[in-house]
């Protein structure tokens, strides 16, 4: 796109048609699909009064379709993110800066990698990025950061200047296997018996469903919300996602989500919910109303395995944090962030603090990765 080019900032995520937009983001990321990201706002999770205002920045093609769309939002305090940026925060305002608004890019609540530029027209990247930087110059905002970017579009954000921050997950990869069991073949003998135990602990007395498509209905949204309303409380103090975003996430893309219930004497007791990418399982939202020891692991790290291994999937990705996965079988994996913050002393500060970060995230991944339950001669 060699000649000058007009970005538009959309009036949210429901003001581009579906199909403009998923012509950029593509099949294989159901976080980024407008299905997904129009529910978090229709359903009021992701809207301004939650401190997530969608601002979508688009560049026109010259067939007047969008070429390239930026996920965007004004955000208001840094929660729902999961790369942790309060200290930057308390250090700016405590030096007389005003940190909020800033600008978001990402999938609001949802740490899974993806693009952060969607391109119908790749050669619309560069132009995107400069589209960012005017706005936050414009609106006078403090910094804006793309969070969980794919490794393939890094280059594009470090070419321009921005901050480059590495984080850790723990993934599971497929390695061809034909089933679980021969999943279990790969791992130490030690390790091999210990989630041998763990499963049949957790599955005593409790009949395990695999629920997609149409086995979906509001009776298992309902069972599920009151799962995701126990754990979102404890973790966050309220729970992020309303009720209508779940029934909307299986009024929309129900083909896309696994949802895992546990059931004991027919009543459900525990859930973890999964999506469906082009070659991956992303492994979302879990909780109980029966504290069952290792069910968790059961439902969210095990099952997601098997249907994993049954789908033909490639990996499973079962969200931030939890150096537990460890043990069954996940790798840790660098995950990546851009940050252009345009202050010069704030830009060297933060410059300083990530180059020590990523050091030492280098040096945990490598550490981690030494402890995999894999056996040393397979």
């Given at each position: 796109?060699?000649?000058?080019?007009?970005?538009?900032?959309?009036?949210?995520?429901?003001?581009?048609?579906?199909?403009?937009?998923?012509?950029?983001?593509?099949?294989?990321?159901p976080f980024l699909s407008h299905a997904f990201l129009s529910a978090l706002e229709d359903s009021g999770s992701a809207v301004a009064r939650a401190g997530w205002q969608p601002v979508p920045l688009v560049i026109d093609g010259a067939d007047g379709r969008p070429a390239g769309i930026?996920?965007?939002?004004?955000?208001?305090h840094s929660q729902g993110e999961y790369v942790f940026d309060h200290a930057w925060a308390e250090a700016w305002q405590r030096a007389g800066g005003e940190y909020y608004p800033k600008l978001q890019i990402a999938v609001p609540f949802t740490p899974v990698p993806g693009p952060r530029l969607l391109l119908r027209d790749p050669s619309a990247a560069p132009a995107l990025i400069a589209a960012i930087e005017a706005m936050v110059a414009q609106h006078e905002l403090s910094s804006a950061h793309a969070t969980f970017l794919t490794p393939e579009q890094l280059p594009l954000f470090e070419a321009a200047g921005w901050l480059i921050r590495q984080g850790t997950q723990f993934h599971w990869h497929n390695q061809g296997y034909a089933s679980f069991a021969d999943f279990l073949g790969a791992l130490a003998s030690r390790k091999r018996k210990?989630?041998?135990?763990?499963?049949?602990?957790?599955?005593?007395g409790l009949d395990i469903r695999a629920l997609t498509g149409a086995a979906l209905g509001e009776a298992e949204w309902d069972a599920f919300w009151t799962f995701y309303q126990d754990t979102g409380s404890r973790k966050w103090g309220r729970?992020?996602?309303?009720?209508?975003?779940?029934?909307?996430?299986?009024?929309?893309?129900?083909?896309?989500?696994?949802?895992?219930?546990?059931y004991r004497d027919g009543q459900p007791i525990a859930g973890a919910l999964n999506l469906i990418g082009g070659d991956t399982l992303y492994g979302r939202y879990w909780g109980c109303t029966e504290e069952v020891p290792f069910l968790h692991f059961e439902l969210c790290y095990y099952q997601a395995i098997e249907a994993a291994i049954a789908m033909g999937l490639?990996?499973?990705?079962?969200?931030?944090?939890?150096?537990?996965?460890?043990?069954?079988?996940?790798?840790?994996?660098?995950?990546?962030?851009?940050?252009?913050?345009?202050?010069?002393?704030?830009?060297?500060a933060v410059a300083d603090f990530l180059t020590q970060e990523r050091r030492a995230m280098e040096e945990e991944i490598e550490l981690l990765d030494q402890m995999a339950p894999f056996r040393k001669d397979g």
């Open positions: 796109m060699s000649e000058p080019v007009t970005a538009r900032i959309a009036n949210g995520i429901g003001a581009i048609a579906a199909e403009d937009w998923d012509a950029c983001a593509g099949a294989d990321n930026v996920p965007a939002y004004a955000k208001s210990a989630i041998v135990k763990e499963r049949a602990a957790a599955r005593e729970p992020y996602l309303t009720r209508r975003f779940f029934s909307m996430l299986g009024e929309r893309m129900a083909d896309k989500v696994l949802l895992l219930l546990a490639q990996r499973v990705e079962a969200g931030a944090q939890g150096e537990h996965k460890l043990a069954r079988g996940y790798r840790p994996v660098p995950t990546w962030s851009a940050h252009f913050i345009p202050h010069p002393g704030f830009r060297r």
